[in-house]
């Protein structure tokens, strides 16, 4: 798992911890029982403060994302499906909601929106 840090985002450093995390557990790169680094050692690798990475562990934690054993670490929890799925489906509607914007930026018709993403649809194989 490879955490990237951006200074510029505008999103707190912790936040961008806990969303990588995330989605590294939605994508199947971190598995149910994966250890996750110790808290020390991600801070030292990211060149960070322990509590930020202790905020976005234990925000993490709250959700139901993993579980920290005391003296132990802190391990992925297995996922609900109707958890994942809502996730999954609110990306889903982030994007259309994008194209959808894009779509009224040049004047597209719903006709045409729909065709095009039909289009897509076919091109990608989709089931």
């Not at 959808?100 to 040049?106: E, Q, R």
């Amino acid at each position: 798992m490879n955490i990237i840090i951006s200074n510029t985002a505008g999103i707190p450093i912790y936040e961008q911890i806990k969303e990588q995390i995330k989605a590294a557990i939605f994508n199947g790169e971190l598995s149910e029982g994966d250890l996750l680094p110790s808290i020390r050692q991600l801070a030292k690798d990211l060149k960070i403060s322990v509590i930020t990475t202790m905020r976005a562990y234990t925000d993490l934690e709250h959700e139901g994302f993993v579980v920290n054993m005391q003296g132990k670490g802190c391990f992925v929890l297995p996922q609900n499906t109707n958890l994942l799925r809502e996730q999954k489906l609110r990306v889903v509607e982030a994007g259309l909601l994008s194209a959808i914007n894009a779509a009224k930026l040049a004047k597209l018709s719903e006709a045409e929106l729909v065709d095009m993403l039909k289009l897509l649809l076919e091109e990608d194989n989709y089931e």
